[in-house]
C-alpha cells in the first residue's frame, strides 16, 4: 500500500476515529481542529476531550489548528479528508479555497450526510460552488454503516464510496482498505450522498416510532417503508435505484434505524417520548443531521412533486418544524390512502442532469454501484 500524507479537517467523533483508522495504515496523518484544547489534548496525552473519551489515539497523528495550515503545507498532502457536518461545510471550504492548487489538487474525500439549509445544496454542489468544477468531478464520497465508536474498536466494517470519477473511488478505497476496512466502489455520488443524508432523517423517524413504545412489526415495516421512499426520491433526483440497495443505502438506513448509537434515532427516540426538540438538541452532545436536513429534504420534495412522494420524510418534518406531535404524525401516516402500490420505480430524471450540467459533464445513466 501506498504510504500518503493526510490532512482531517474536523476533530469531532467521525474526523478522529477516521484519523485514528488511517494511522494504522502508516499513512502520515494530521487532525485539524477547531479548538485549541483538542489539538493539546491529542497531542499531549492522545485522548479526545470530548468524543471517543477512553480510546487512545496513536502516537503518531500530529493535531494542528486552530489556525489554518499554510498553502505549502496543504501542497505537500496526498488527500483532504472532510468531516465537517454539512451545515458548516461551504463555509470550511471557503477557507481553505485559497490554499488549493486548482493544477494539482490532492484526494478530495467527503464523509458528511446531509442537505444544506436554504439552498437545497448536496455536498457535490457545494464543492463546486466553492472549490470549482475539477473538485466536484473528482471528489470522492464516503458512506455506509460506520459509528464511529465501532471503528475504532476495529469491528469489521463495510462501506461504499462513489464518485463522479471511479478511478478517484478506487483511489479513496485503497487509502482506506485494512482487514476490517471494505471499501465497494460506484460512479454514482449523487445517490449515495442522497442515501447518507436522508437515512437520517428516516433514523428520526424509527426513534419516533420506538419512543412511542411501538415494537418490531412497526419499525420493520417503518424501515422497509424508508427504503422505498427513500429510493423513489432518489430515482426522481436522477440517481440510480441500485445505489438505495448498497451499504451506503439499506446498509446505512437498517444500522441507523434500530440502534439507540445512532444519534438521529435517539432525537427521535427522545421526541416519541415527549421530550421537546430544543432540549434534546441542547443535551445531545454531538450533531444529528438529520434536524436540519429535514427542512433541505421538504424543500426538494416539495420541488419534484408527486414523483418524490415521501410521507415519512414529510411527517418528520411537521414533527420538528411544523408543531405535529409524534403520535398525530404516525395516526396520520397509518391513515394515508388504503391499498397504495408497494414499488413503483419512477424514471430517473432532471436534478441529477442539472447538477451534471453546471460541472460541464454530460449525464449519464449510472447503472452500476
Ligand atoms: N459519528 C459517526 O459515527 C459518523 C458521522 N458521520 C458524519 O460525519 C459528519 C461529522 O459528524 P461527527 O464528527 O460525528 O460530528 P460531531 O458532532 O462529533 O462533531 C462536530 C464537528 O463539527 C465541528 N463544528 C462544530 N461547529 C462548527 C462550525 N461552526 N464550523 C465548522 N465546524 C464546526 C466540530 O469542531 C466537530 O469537528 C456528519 O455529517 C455525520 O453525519 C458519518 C458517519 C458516521
Ligand atoms: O451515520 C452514522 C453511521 O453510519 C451515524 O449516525 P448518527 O449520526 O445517527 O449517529
Known sequence: MEIRKILVFGAGNFGSCLADHLADSE???????????????????????????????????????????????MSEMDVLLFAVPTQYLRNALLDIKDRLDDENLPLLIFVNKGIET????????????????????????????????????????????????????????????????????????????????????YAIAAGIADGLGYQNNTRAGLITRCLAEMTRVGCAYGASPLTFLSLAGVGDLFLTCSS???????????????????????????????VATAQG????????????????????????????TAEEMSHW?????????????????APYEAIMLKLGLEAKKTGKI
Open 297 to 324: 429534504l421538504h424543500e426538494i420534495i416539495e420541488r419534484l412533486g408527486a414523483e418524490a412522494y415521501a410521507p415519512i420524510a414529510e411527517g418528520v418534518y411537521a414533527v420538528l418544524y411544523g408543531g405535529q
Open 118 to 201: 436554504g439552498t437545497r445544496a448536496l455536498t457535490l454542489e457545494i464543492i463546486a460552488d466553492t472549490l470549482g468544477k475539477a473538485a466536484a468531478k473528482t471528489a470522492t464520497f464516503l458512506s455506509g454503516p460506520s459509528f464511529a465508536k465501532e471503528i475504532v474498536q476495529r469491528q469489521p466494517t463495510q462501506v461504499s464510496v462513489s464518485s463522479l470519477s471511479i478511478e478517484h473511488a478506487q483511489r479513496t478505497a485503497e487509502v482506506f482498505h485494512q482487514p476490517w476496512f471494505r471499501c465497494y466502489t460506484g460512479d454514482d455520488p449523487i445517490g449515495v450522498e442522497l442515501a447518507g443524508a436522508l437515512k437520517n432523517v
Open 260 to 290: 439507540r448509537n445512532s444519534r438521529n434515532y435517539t432525537v427521535g427516540y427522545r421526541l416519541g417520548q415527549g421530550e421537546k426538540l430544543d432540549v434534546i438538541i441542547d443535551t445531545l452532545g454531538s450533531v444529528a443531521e438529520g
Open 333 to 349: 401516516l397509518m391513515n394515508q390512502p388504503a391499498a397504495q402500490r408497494e414499488l413503483e420505480i419512477p424514471e430517473r430524471a
Open 27 to 73: 499513512h502520515t496523518v494530521y487532525l485539524w481542529a477547531r479548538s485549541r484544547d483538542v489539538v493539546d489534548s491529542i497531542n499531549t496525552t492522545h485522548r479526545h476531550p470530548k468524543y471517543l473519551k477512553e480510546h487512545d489515539f496513536p502516537e503518531s497523528i500530529q493535531a494542528i489548528g486552530p489556525e489554518l495550515p499554510s498553502k505549502e503545507f
